[in-house]
């Protein structure tokens, strides 16, 4: 069952940074999570778990099933898939999913090269808890896509999002260099002071279970890479 929310209902809200990431969190228990780049991350409280359906799967713990169609039917085509919840249905179907290295064959090899580093050595003690296999085919399809700019940050996003599962599965990697995927913190520090910190693995003394203006919330971000978590700020979204 679909729910839309009824016309001018509203949903308190706060924002705040974390690390490289800013987080929206509404009081429904619903948190957005973006690297002001190429990636999103949609999070939900336990009370959601096996309730919705739709392109982000259905929450039941159980992936083999997350391409549940519109009509309740479990099928293996990402494209029957995501055909199914087309909205508008004088949209045409999608009949083939291009492969973007194949379009744009001279970023191939800087892709396998540059993405190689998710199965090097700077990952190895995160092999094992994490298979990196799909992580690597994911960043070399999205370096291959992003041929007009910003192939730096297709692929810095690949391998921060590999990263961070790692961080999640208590296996931290110091990945980022000056010349890889550099984040420079400390330049914002006054002074002679150092309160600006990169933190690769997060801040795990940040609080994980809070209520800020009536915005309940035990819903853990405290793995989001970067600098520490900044102030809160409030508002309300319309339906």
């Known amino acids: 069952v679909i729910k839309q929310l009824e016309e001018g209902h509203h949903v308190p809200f706060i924002t705040r940074e974390v690390g490289l990431y800013l987080v929206v969190e509404a009081s429904s228990g619903i948190i957005v999570i973006w690297d002001k780049r190429t990636?999103?991350?949609?999070?939900?409280?336990?009370?959601?778990k096996g309730t919705v359906c739709g392109l982000c799967g259905n929450f039941d713990d159980q992936t083999k099933n997350d391409f549940t169609t519109r009509d309740h039917m479990v099928v293996t085509s990402e494209l029957d898939f995501g055909n199914s919840w087309k909205e508008a249905s004088t949209c045409p179907d999608v009949t083939?999913?291009?492969?973007?290295?194949?379009?744009n064959p001279h970023r191939r090899s800087w892709a396998e090269k540059q993405c190689s580093i998710i199965k090097s050595g700077v990952f190895k003690g995160c092999h094992s808890k994490v298979d990196p296999t799909v992580f690597y085919e994911a960043c070399v399809h999205d370096s291959c896509s992003c041929d007009t700019g910003g192939d730096c940050e297709c692929f810095c996003s690949a391998v921060a999002s590999y990263a961070q599962e790692c961080t999640k599965a208590e296996a931290c990697v110091f990945w980022r260099t000056p010349d890889l995927c550099p984040v420079f913190?400390?330049?914002?520090?006054?002074?002679?002071?150092?309160?600006?910190?990169?933190?690769?693995?997060?801040?795990?003394?940040?609080?994980?279970?809070?209520?800020?203006?009536?915005?309940?919330?035990?819903?853990?971000?405290?793995?989001?890479?970067?600098e520490p978590a900044g102030p809160f700020r409030e508002g309300v979204a319309k339906g």
């Open 185 to 226: 913190c400390d330049y914002y520090n006054p002074p002679d002071e150092c309160e600006w910190h990169y933190e690769p693995c997060g801040n795990r003394t940040f609080e994980t279970c809070r209520t800020i203006n009536g915005i309940h919330s035990n819903i853990s971000v405290s793995y989001l890479e970067g």
């Open 39 to 48: 990636t999103i991350f949609i999070k939900l409280a336990p009370s959601y």
């Open 96 to 103: 083939h999913t291009p492969d973007p290295c194949s379009l």
